[in-house]
Protein backbone atom coordinates (compact mmCIF):
# COMPACT_ATOMS: atom_id res chain seq x y z
CA UNK A 1 0.00 0.00 0.00
CA UNK A 2 1.67 3.20 -1.49
CA UNK A 3 -0.01 6.72 -0.87
CA UNK A 4 1.26 9.92 -1.57
CA UNK A 5 1.00 13.24 -0.02
CA UNK A 6 1.47 16.45 -1.80
CA UNK A 7 2.15 20.47 -0.08
CA UNK A 8 2.98 23.53 -2.30
CA UNK A 9 5.57 25.91 -0.88
CA UNK A 10 5.94 30.03 -2.05
CA UNK A 11 9.75 30.10 -0.70
CA UNK A 12 12.57 30.45 -3.27
CA UNK A 13 15.45 29.59 -0.96
CA UNK A 14 14.20 25.63 0.06
CA UNK A 15 17.24 23.39 0.56
CA UNK A 16 18.15 22.06 -3.25
CA UNK A 17 19.42 18.16 -1.97
CA UNK A 18 16.36 15.84 -1.39
CA UNK A 19 15.69 14.69 2.59
CA UNK A 20 13.99 12.26 4.11
CA UNK A 21 11.32 13.08 7.33
CA UNK A 22 10.07 10.04 9.05
CA UNK A 23 5.94 11.01 9.67
CA UNK A 24 4.24 8.27 11.83
CA UNK A 25 0.67 7.32 10.08
CA UNK A 26 -1.97 4.75 11.57
CA UNK A 27 -2.16 2.02 9.21
CA UNK A 28 -5.90 -0.20 9.88
CA UNK A 29 -4.45 -3.48 10.65
CA UNK A 30 -1.51 -3.10 11.62
CA UNK A 31 -1.60 0.12 13.91
CA UNK A 32 0.83 2.33 12.48
CA UNK A 33 3.58 2.83 10.01
CA UNK A 34 5.71 5.27 8.48
CA UNK A 35 6.05 7.32 5.92
CA UNK A 36 9.06 9.70 4.13
CA UNK A 37 8.19 12.65 3.20
CA UNK A 38 10.99 14.32 0.51
CA UNK A 39 11.77 17.59 -0.60
CA UNK A 40 12.18 18.04 -4.97
CA UNK A 41 13.22 21.41 -5.87
CA UNK A 42 11.69 21.93 -9.17
CA UNK A 43 13.90 22.82 -12.31
CA UNK A 44 12.36 26.75 -12.53
CA UNK A 45 13.32 28.66 -9.18
CA UNK A 46 10.58 30.76 -9.75
CA UNK A 47 7.99 28.12 -9.42
CA UNK A 48 6.46 26.37 -5.99
CA UNK A 49 7.90 23.12 -4.41
CA UNK A 50 6.36 20.16 -3.79
CA UNK A 51 6.87 17.91 -1.37
CA UNK A 52 5.79 13.83 -1.85
CA UNK A 53 5.52 11.91 1.00
CA UNK A 54 5.95 7.89 0.40
CA UNK A 55 4.36 5.80 2.91
CA UNK A 56 6.32 2.20 3.20
CA UNK A 57 4.24 -1.15 2.32
CA UNK A 58 3.49 -3.62 5.57
CA UNK A 59 6.12 -6.69 5.77
CA UNK A 60 5.24 -10.27 5.61
CA UNK A 61 5.16 -10.64 9.28
CA UNK A 62 3.29 -7.67 10.54
CA UNK A 63 0.14 -9.01 8.20
CA UNK A 64 -2.69 -10.43 10.27
CA UNK A 65 -2.56 -14.11 10.78
CA UNK A 66 -5.20 -16.32 10.25
CA UNK A 67 -5.91 -18.82 13.21
CA UNK A 68 -4.46 -22.28 12.59
CA UNK A 69 -8.36 -24.35 13.26
CA UNK A 70 -9.30 -22.21 10.42
CA UNK A 71 -6.58 -22.37 8.08
CA UNK A 72 -6.38 -26.58 8.06
CA UNK A 73 -10.73 -26.32 8.06
CA UNK A 74 -10.47 -24.32 5.18
CA UNK A 75 -7.59 -26.09 3.19
CA UNK A 76 -9.03 -29.41 3.90
CA UNK A 77 -12.54 -28.57 2.99
CA UNK A 78 -13.80 -31.07 0.13
CA UNK A 79 -16.30 -29.44 -2.65
CA UNK A 80 -17.80 -32.84 -2.87
CA UNK A 81 -19.64 -32.80 0.58
CA UNK A 82 -21.50 -30.49 -0.73
CA UNK A 83 -25.21 -31.41 -1.78
CA UNK A 84 -26.82 -30.27 -5.26
CA UNK A 85 -29.59 -28.03 -4.90
CA UNK A 86 -31.53 -26.46 -7.80
CA UNK A 87 -32.95 -23.22 -7.87
CA UNK A 88 -36.35 -22.82 -8.39
CA UNK A 89 -38.00 -19.46 -9.74
CA UNK A 90 -41.52 -18.93 -9.34
CA UNK A 91 -43.53 -16.22 -10.61
CA UNK A 92 -46.81 -15.54 -9.16
CA UNK A 93 -49.01 -14.64 -11.94
CA UNK A 94 -51.76 -11.87 -10.16
CA UNK A 95 -55.59 -13.08 -10.14
CA UNK A 96 -58.32 -11.70 -12.03
CA UNK A 97 -59.34 -9.79 -8.33
CA UNK A 98 -56.46 -8.51 -8.23
CA UNK A 99 -55.98 -6.72 -11.62
CA UNK A 100 -59.44 -5.30 -10.90
CA UNK A 101 -57.74 -3.45 -8.06
CA UNK A 102 -54.66 -2.34 -9.55
CA UNK A 103 -56.89 -0.34 -12.50
CA UNK A 104 -59.25 0.92 -10.09
CA UNK A 105 -56.80 2.10 -7.77
CA UNK A 106 -54.68 3.51 -10.92
CA UNK A 107 -58.04 5.04 -12.36
CA UNK A 108 -58.77 6.46 -8.99
CA UNK A 109 -55.49 8.06 -8.83
CA UNK A 110 -55.46 9.08 -12.45
CA UNK A 111 -58.77 11.22 -11.47
CA UNK A 112 -57.12 12.94 -8.66
CA UNK A 113 -54.38 13.90 -10.56
CA UNK A 114 -56.23 15.25 -14.01
CA UNK A 115 -59.25 16.61 -11.88
CA UNK A 116 -59.68 20.38 -12.56
CA UNK A 117 -60.83 22.55 -9.96
CA UNK A 118 -62.52 24.65 -12.59
CA UNK A 119 -65.38 22.51 -12.33
CA UNK A 120 -66.06 22.90 -8.44
CA UNK A 121 -68.91 25.77 -7.97
CA UNK A 122 -68.62 28.19 -4.85
CA UNK A 123 -70.31 27.88 -1.97
CA UNK A 124 -71.60 29.78 1.05
CA UNK A 125 -71.06 28.49 4.13
CA UNK A 126 -73.88 29.28 6.74
CA UNK A 127 -73.74 29.12 10.33
CA UNK A 128 -77.01 28.78 12.07
CA UNK A 129 -77.19 29.60 15.99
CA UNK A 130 -80.62 27.63 17.39
CA UNK A 131 -82.09 29.41 20.27
CA UNK A 132 -83.61 27.12 22.66
CA UNK A 133 -87.28 26.77 23.44
CA UNK A 134 -89.31 27.89 26.70
CA UNK A 135 -89.20 24.31 27.94
CA UNK A 136 -85.25 24.19 27.85
CA UNK A 137 -84.90 27.85 29.54
CA UNK A 138 -87.54 26.50 32.36
CA UNK A 139 -85.22 23.27 32.71
CA UNK A 140 -82.31 25.41 32.93
CA UNK A 141 -83.39 28.22 35.37
CA UNK A 142 -84.70 25.22 37.86
CA UNK A 143 -81.66 23.81 37.42
CA UNK A 144 -79.65 27.02 38.35
CA UNK A 145 -82.33 27.39 41.49
CA UNK A 146 -81.75 23.92 42.96
CA UNK A 147 -77.58 24.51 42.73
CA UNK A 148 -77.84 28.41 44.40
CA UNK A 149 -79.76 26.78 47.08
CA UNK A 150 -77.37 23.98 47.25
CA UNK A 151 -74.57 26.89 47.50
CA UNK A 152 -76.13 29.26 49.70
CA UNK A 153 -77.79 26.64 52.00
CA UNK A 154 -77.41 27.41 55.79
CA UNK A 155 -76.34 24.79 58.04
CA UNK A 156 -76.53 26.88 61.27
CA UNK A 157 -80.92 25.98 60.45
CA UNK A 158 -80.22 22.20 61.63
CA UNK A 159 -81.65 20.58 64.57
CA UNK A 160 -79.20 18.49 66.31
CA UNK A 161 -80.16 14.58 66.24
CA UNK A 162 -78.68 11.76 68.06
CA UNK A 163 -78.68 8.57 66.43
CA UNK A 164 -80.14 5.58 68.24
CA UNK A 165 -78.78 1.81 67.48
CA UNK A 166 -81.90 -0.57 68.15
CA UNK A 167 -81.02 -4.44 67.71
CA UNK A 168 -84.52 -5.70 67.91
CA UNK A 169 -84.60 -9.28 69.19
CA UNK A 170 -86.78 -12.03 66.99
CA UNK A 171 -90.01 -13.29 68.77
CA UNK A 172 -91.16 -16.82 69.47
CA UNK A 173 -92.85 -16.95 66.38
CA UNK A 174 -89.69 -15.91 64.01
CA UNK A 175 -87.91 -18.74 65.87
CA UNK A 176 -90.09 -21.52 65.50
CA UNK A 177 -90.43 -20.53 61.73
CA UNK A 178 -86.72 -20.69 61.70
CA UNK A 179 -86.42 -23.56 63.32
CA UNK A 180 -88.86 -25.82 60.90
CA UNK A 181 -86.81 -24.08 57.98
CA UNK A 182 -83.43 -25.70 58.99
CA UNK A 183 -85.16 -28.92 60.39
CA UNK A 184 -86.42 -28.94 56.82
CA UNK A 185 -83.06 -28.31 55.32
CA UNK A 186 -81.58 -30.75 57.45
CA UNK A 187 -84.15 -33.40 56.28
CA UNK A 188 -83.62 -32.62 52.34
CA UNK A 189 -79.57 -32.98 53.15
CA UNK A 190 -79.59 -36.07 55.64
CA UNK A 191 -82.30 -37.79 53.58
CA UNK A 192 -81.40 -42.20 52.77
CA UNK A 193 -82.55 -42.26 49.15
CA UNK A 194 -82.35 -46.25 50.61
CA UNK A 195 -85.50 -46.06 52.86
CA UNK A 196 -87.71 -45.27 49.47
CA UNK A 197 -89.94 -48.13 48.43
CA UNK A 198 -89.76 -49.64 45.30
CA UNK A 199 -92.93 -49.04 43.11
CA UNK A 200 -94.17 -49.50 39.66
CA UNK A 201 -96.22 -47.09 37.82
CA UNK A 202 -99.44 -47.63 36.02
CA UNK A 203 -100.83 -46.05 33.23
CA UNK A 204 -104.49 -46.06 32.84
CA UNK A 205 -106.80 -44.12 29.91
CA UNK A 206 -110.18 -44.69 30.87
CA UNK A 207 -112.79 -44.71 27.77
CA UNK A 208 -116.02 -42.50 27.89
CA UNK A 209 -118.98 -43.04 29.34
CA UNK A 210 -122.10 -43.04 27.31
CA UNK A 211 -123.56 -40.06 28.91
CA UNK A 212 -120.16 -38.43 28.07
CA UNK A 213 -120.44 -39.54 24.56
CA UNK A 214 -124.26 -38.31 23.87
CA UNK A 215 -123.09 -35.03 25.91
CA UNK A 216 -120.17 -34.94 23.31
CA UNK A 217 -122.50 -35.45 19.76
CA UNK A 218 -124.97 -33.37 21.56
CA UNK A 219 -122.07 -30.08 21.77
Do not use: Y
Request: charged share 25%; glycine share 4%; with cysteine.
Amino acid sequence: MTGVTQTRSSSASAPKAITNTPTPHRHPLLGSWTSHTLWIKNSRPEKELCSASIMSSPSLNELPKVAVDLKSQLEGFNPSNMKHAVTQEKTVLPTAEDVKQERQHNNLIQDVENFSTDRLKRAATQEKFVLPNAQDVASEKTQKALIEGVEAFDSSKLKPTETQEKNLLPDKDAIEQEKGQQQLIAGIENFNPKSLKHTETQEKNPLPTKEAIAQEKGA
